[in-house]
């Protein structure tokens, strides 16, 4: 049965949500349905023979008198598909959203438009919130958070875009890789809300010193880029650089102290032939690690001898890679003195790698290559596993209380797994815990809190599982007490650099005092490093030192001298720059 129109006309009024309208060619209102009054907030009597521009538009889109008078809807359009979106206001004074669409009908009384109006408030909002949302995660994907610098990504897609139009163009892009000097001890002293303000600090000093066509990059911790197209010539290039670490090294107010601190950088240029984004970032890099080699605060640009001197580098690359990976590296042993007793209470693991063409190299030569190709953990295992066994070839001869200790690096502590590991290693060959020690670089470089407190836990579970932890190297790092305190280590081992000095530097002999004194309260064992004379053993053993190493005992050594070494010990044989070693008992 066909609807008739009173029907028609209470269902358009009382059960559809959206807003309908009749209105004349010059957008009079002749009549509306409910749901258009609820949603204008506007009485049936308060509209009728108005147009909707006068009411229900903002105030700055509001047509003049003159507009409005001119207005009528063109005959010719108004589909019903056709709509726009416009902001309203409700006769509360709310701002909201709606979609029109309108049509052109014929009546008796001639031609209408009908006006459908929905209320889609709460979708634009919806998509606001969504292209916020989106914003932010652009700018979280392409921006550092902390110094709104641009990061990998952005620095990555602006290399190669740079790298395209030189090509084209003609021109260079120079690049430069920035690193601040001293940067830990300033979060290791005051924490590192300190840190982050010299930070924020020296990415506002780059971006000042640089061009608005330059991008400035964070790319690490204390790590920066720089990459500035169109390079003007090598030496303005250099001038920049310099501007850039004498703006970086101004003091810093925080919080009420100055601090201060360093840069260094290092600079490579695209050839002519063009360059690769990767290649450019590597070869500043070394530029950068030239600077850092002769000492900090300067700048070094790329050229043919740091070209033959990376080529080198990167040849002793692939060999130690190779070396590694065939398990080829060698361990050499120095042995530890007791002071007490005059016995050797243990023996330290030393990596040496024997290159083909430059023979035995030590590890300050290689360990840095092997941190750069990630090899650092595999050189820990290696060492933990000459350990045991040499422990097990030292208790062989009938020596069952010296230790062997290795060195685990900062990667393998922080990775974990190290204790499980070594508590495998030792019960396969059957030796004591107490027996296998683990030696931490106090000077250890932590990236961040949860690197810190992840290495801390892996140092707690090695004392727990009975094996013996120190610190080495011991006084010459920025934090030695904060790290005690932290780390739940059984003894220190005094960096040589201050034992060494200790008869002829009044420092040196202070600090080493007050080290061994601090050891003695903590009931912490003190082996002190570098000693190479009765003379400095003897002060040693007035400062409370119970133990020495250094070549005046002995000089690394394979294992197969080490065993007849040990076999044969003689301890008036040590020592003997004052003819013989006088023991001087603690106090």
């Known amino acids: ?17 959206d807003g309908i309208v009749i209105q004349d060619m010059e957008g009079h209102i002749l009549w509306a349905n409910a749901a258009y009054t609820r949603i204008t907030g506007f009485e049936m009597s308060e509209i009728l023979g108005r147009r909707p521009q006068e009411f229900l538009l903002p105030p700055n889109l509001t047509p003049t008198d003159d507009q409005l008078a001119a207005f009528r809807y063109d005959e010719s359009s108004g589909h ?71 990061n990998r990504h952005r620095l990555s897609d602006f290399l190669d875009r740079a790298l395209k139009h030189a090509v084209q ?56 880029v720089i990459v500035m197209p169109d390079a003007p010539d090598p030496a ?31 600079i490579s240029r695209s050839g002519s032939g063009g360059s690769k984004a990767g290649q450019l970032i590597q070869q500043a890099d070394f530029a950068l690690y030239d600077v850092k080699e002769h000492g900090r605060g300067a700048v070094a640009t790329y050229d043919d001898r740091l070209s033959s001197k990376h080529s080198l580098r990167k040849r002793l690359t692939e060999d130690l890679r190779e070396t590694i990976d065939n398990d080829g590296l060698s361990f050499f042993y120095q042995p530890i003195l007791s002071l007490e007793n005059r016995k050797v209470v243990s023996v330290e693991a030393l990596a040496r790698w024997d290159h083909p063409q430059r023979g035995f190299m030590s590890p300050a030569e290689f360990l840095p290559v092997a941190e750069e190709i990630g090899f650092l953990r ?23 209380d010296i230790k062997v200790s290795f060195n685990a690096s900062s990667h393998t502590l922080a990775h974990g797994g190290l204790v499980d590991h070594l508590k495998w290693a030792a019960d396969q060959m059957e030796v004591p815990h107490s027996l296998l020690g683990v030696e931490v670089l106090e000077t250890v470089f932590f990236d961040d809190k949860a690197a810190e407190s992840s290495m801390a836990k ?17 006084g010459v790092g920025y934090a030695g007490l904060a790290h005690l ?24 002999a202070a600090i080493v005092r007050s080290i061994i004194r601090l050891a003695q309260e903590l009931h912490l064992n003190v082996v002190a490093e570098g000693v190479e004379s009765s003379d400095v053993a003897d002060m040693l053993g007035i400062y409370g030192c119970t133990h ?40």
């Open 1 to 17: 049965m066909p609807l008739v129109e009173h029907q028609v006309r209470d269902l358009l009024s009382n059960h559809i949500s």
């Open 378 to 400: 595999d050189i820990d295992l290696s060492a933990m596993r000459s350990s045991v066994h040499t422990l097990a070839q030292i208790r062989a001869i009938g020596l069952h």
């Open 236 to 266: 303005e290039v250099a001038l920049f650089a310099e501007r850039i670490i004498d703006t970086i090294a101004e003091p810093v107010l925080w919080e009420k102290v100055r601090l201060s601190c360093g840069a260094s950088i290092g």
């Open 458 to 474: 892996e140092i707690d579970r090695l004392v727990n599982a009975g094996f013996p932890t120190v610190l080495d190297d011991f």
């Open 80 to 150: 019903p598909d056709d709509f726009e979106i416009v902001e309203n206001v409700r006769k509360t004074g709310e701002r909201y959203w709606v979609q029109l669409s309108s049509a052109k009908v014929e009546t008796g009384d001639g031609p209408r438009v009908v006006l459908t109006a929905r209320d889609v408030t709460s979708q634009i909002k919806i998509q606001n919130q969504l292209n916020r949302a989106r914003v932010e995660l652009e700018h979280a994907v392409n921006f550092d958070t902390l110094t709104g610098l641009a």
């Open 169 to 224: 163009a003609g021109t260079e892009v120079a690049v430069f890789h920035v690193d601040l000097d001293k940067f830990k001890e300033i979060n290791d002293t005051h924490g590192h809300t300190a840190g982050d303000a010299v930070l924020v600090h020296a990415a506002r000093a780059m971006e000042q010193n640089t061009r608005q066509i330059d991008l400035v990059a964070r790319v690490g911790g204390d790590e920066f």
């Open 485 to 508: 305190a932290q780390l739940n280590v059984t003894g220190i081992k005094i960096d040589r650099s201050l034992v060494c000095t200790i008869l002829t530097d009044v420092n040196s």
């Open 548 to 587: 020495i190493q250094g070549f005046g005992i002995a000089r690394p050594m394979p294992l197969r001298d080490l065993i007849p070494w040990l076999a044969g010990f003689d301890p008036t044989q040590v020592l003997q720059h004052n003819d013989v070693l006088r023991v001087v008992g603690s106090g």
